[in-house]
């Protein structure tokens, strides 16, 4: 079975409709006028959690994504209809970054949560827009604005209360299988599982509104080297990232490792991973107590984890003694961590300054001026959806965008930048030569 924890995708949003540049024709109106409607706006690409799904396997063969577009603008004013939106699932814990910048986009972790990824372009506008005193009859309408285009690393960070860790066997999809209803694979061999299990734990009565669960997650057994990716660990460190609380289990029947070694080369690799993960609240577990040889190295495990400042625990899921008493305690040490980090986050909204963080956003007009081997790039939000909305094989509208840039300081700058007669003038996917198409 392959888990699919990661994808990458290719999501464009819809571009708005073309404006109309129609012209009133009725029989005894010889002189109608502009009548054309303007573009509808493309529809944007959302993604949205759904807890019914716990894998990204669908975007790995599925890898592009397209939102619809606008319909153009007609006659009588008529309005293009609006694109459609394009609203994608993922499974909570999703993480969402910009493959091209490496930046955050979205952390998918509320059931239901909404994210827009890409808007949609806007419509262009129709000719009436642009009639004025001294031009009756505009030819000129604007092209519809492209939809934005990205792509996106997926990743897959499972959600969970608290994370089962230890070296392969050590008797975590036993545990996991016994205080849950999950059924993950068991067999006596190295890296039984080769995806994270996760199992809902329910400590009280239902019945009687005195229950509290949390989800327990089982993580692929880590060994020496698992932060810098040896066997799975690289794979599957991320999941327990997100974990409040590690019940650290220790194999019990193994006699040829020291099980405090043991337990400090599993955290020796967590710390390697994140240091952030080696500072997460453990419970020290001895399994398989069932064996005489867990029971001999008991009193060594919990003398050790005393020194440590931990507790420890031993169980035996064959016979289920003391399974029910960690998790009790494991519910117990949830609450716990539960209320100091509400309590935290109280104490930080009250430190923090009644108007919030102060945002300076960059202008819409701030562009910036780029040299290529050709000519040279203008980039900039305004600028860029100038360009694309304007018809080049407009007359109207390429004057109308001259104005605009020059009112803007582009084509001053582009000036002083050095630009020469037959240069190669980009605005984002539109290109100008200068001396010919630029003024």
Same mark, same amino acid.
């Given at each position: 079975?392959?888990?699919?924890?990661?994808?990458?995708?290719?999501?464009?949003?819809?571009?708005?409709?073309?404006?109309?540049?129609?012209?009133?024709?009725?029989?005894?109106?010889?002189?109608?006028?502009?009548?054309? *409607?303007?573009?509808?706006?493309?529809?944007?690409?959302?993604?949205?959690? !759904?807890?019914?799904?716990?894998?990204?396997?669908?975007?790995?063969?599925?890898?592009?994504?397209?939102?619809?577009?606008?319909?153009?603008?007609?006659?009588?004013?008529?309005?293009?209809?609006?694109?459609?939106?394009?609203?994608?699932?993922?499974?909570?814990?999703?993480?969402?970054?910009?493959?091209?910048?490496?930046?955050? /986009?979205?952390?998918?972790?509320?059931?239901?949560?909404?994210?827009?990824?890409?808007?949609?372009?806007?419509?262009?506008?129709?000719?009436?827009?642009?009639?004025?005193?001294?031009? &009756?009859?505009?030819?000129?309408? &604007?092209?519809?604005?492209?939809?934005?285009?990205?792509?996106? +690393?997926?990743?897959?960070?499972?959600?969970? !209360? /608290?994370?089962?860790?230890?070296?392969?066997?050590?008797?975590?999809?036993?545990?996991?299988?016994?205080?849950?209803?999950?059924?993950?694979?068991?067999?006596?061999?190295?890296?039984?599982?080769?995806?994270?299990?996760?199992?809902?734990?329910?400590?009280?009565?239902?019945?009687?509104?005195?229950?509290?669960?949390?989800?327990?997650? !089982?993580?692929?057994? +880590?060994? =020496?080297?698992?932060?810098?990716?040896?066997?799975?660990?690289?794979?599957?460190?991320?999941?327990?990232?997100?974990?409040?609380?590690?019940?650290?289990?220790?194999?019990?029947?193994?006699? %040829?490792?020291?099980?405090?070694?043991?337990?400090?080369?599993?955290?020796?690799?967590?710390?390697?991973?994140?240091?952030?993960?080696? =500072?997460?609240?453990?419970?020290? /577990?001895?399994?398989?107590?069932?064996?005489?040889?867990?029971?001999?190295?008991?009193?060594?495990?919990? @003398?050790?984890? %005393?020194?440590?400042?931990?507790?420890?625990?031993?169980?035996?899921?064959?016979?289920?003694? *003391?399974? &029910?008493?960690?998790?009790?305690?494991?519910?117990?040490?949830?609450?716990?961590?539960?209320?100091?980090?509400?309590?935290?986050?109280?104490?930080?909204?009250?430190?923090?300054?009644?108007?919030?963080?102060?945002?300076?956003?960059?202008?819409?007009?701030?562009?910036?001026?780029?040299?290529?081997?050709?000519?040279? @790039?203008?980039?900039?939000? @305004?600028?860029?959806?100038?360009?694309?909305?304007?018809?080049?094989?407009?007359?109207?509208?390429?004057?109308?965008?001259?104005?605009?840039?020059?009112?803007?300081? /582009?084509?001053?700058? +582009?000036?002083?930048?050095?630009? %020469?007669?037959?240069?190669?003038?980009?605005?984002?996917?539109?290109?100008?030569?200068?001396?010919?198409?630029?003024?």
């Amino acid at each position: 079975m392959q888990f699919f924890d990661r994808a990458k995708i290719y999501i464009k949003a819809g571009s708005g409709g073309n404006g109309s540049a129609h012209f009133r024709r009725e029989k005894f109106v010889p002189m109608g006028g502009p009548d054309g *409607g303007d573009g509808g706006r493309g529809g944007s690409v959302y993604f949205e959690t !759904d807890s019914g799904m716990n894998t990204l396997v669908d975007y790995h063969y599925r890898p592009h994504h397209s939102a619809t577009s606008g319909g153009q603008g007609g006659g009588r004013q008529k309005h293009g209809a609006k694109g459609q939106d394009l609203f994608l699932k993922v499974p909570p814990g999703t993480v969402v970054r910009n493959e091209e910048t490496g930046e955050l /986009v979205a952390d998918m972790t509320e059931p239901g949560q909404q994210v827009m990824v890409a808007r949609g372009g806007r419509g262009g506008l129709g000719n009436t827009h642009f009639k004025t005193s001294t031009n &009756q009859a505009p030819h000129e309408a &604007q092209l519809g604005e492209p939809g934005e285009e990205v792509t996106l +690393l997926l990743e897959l960070k499972l959600i969970a !209360d /608290v994370g089962l860790v230890g070296y392969p066997n050590a008797g975590k999809s036993t545990l996991l299988s016994v205080v849950t209803a999950a059924t993950p694979r068991i067999a006596d061999y190295p890296f039984t599982t080769l995806v994270p299990n996760l199992g809902v734990v329910v400590i009280g009565d239902p019945t009687r509104s005195d229950d509290f669960s949390f989800v327990l997650a !089982d993580i692929p057994g +880590l060994i =020496e080297g698992a932060a810098q990716g040896v066997g799975l660990g690289h794979e599957f460190l991320r999941h327990v990232e997100r974990t409040r609380l590690l019940l650290h289990l220790i194999d019990g029947g193994n006699t %040829e490792r020291d099980p405090w070694e043991e337990f400090e080369a599993i955290n020796h690799e967590l710390e390697e991973y994140s240091a952030d993960l080696a =500072e997460r609240p453990q419970i020290v /577990v001895l399994t398989k107590m069932d064996l005489p040889e867990a029971r001999e190295r008991w009193e060594i495990v919990q @003398r050790r984890a %005393e020194e440590a400042g931990l507790v420890a625990m031993a169980i035996s899921s064959a016979t289920h003694e *003391g399974t &029910q008493e960690l998790m009790n305690f494991t519910a117990q040490r949830l609450r716990e961590l539960q209320l100091e980090e509400a309590e935290r986050k109280i104490a930080e909204a009250a430190l923090a300054p009644a108007t919030g963080p102060v945002l300076r956003p960059e202008p819409e007009d701030a562009f910036t001026i780029i040299s290529e081997p050709d000519g040279y @790039r203008v980039r900039g939000k @305004r600028v860029e959806r100038m360009a694309a909305m304007t018809n080049p094989d407009s007359t109207e509208g390429m004057e109308r965008l001259e104005k605009q840039l020059r009112k803007l300081g /582009v084509l001053d700058a +582009l000036e002083q930048s050095g630009v %020469e007669p037959g240069d190669v003038i980009h605005f984002g996917k539109m290109e100008m030569i200068w001396g010919e198409e630029m003024w």
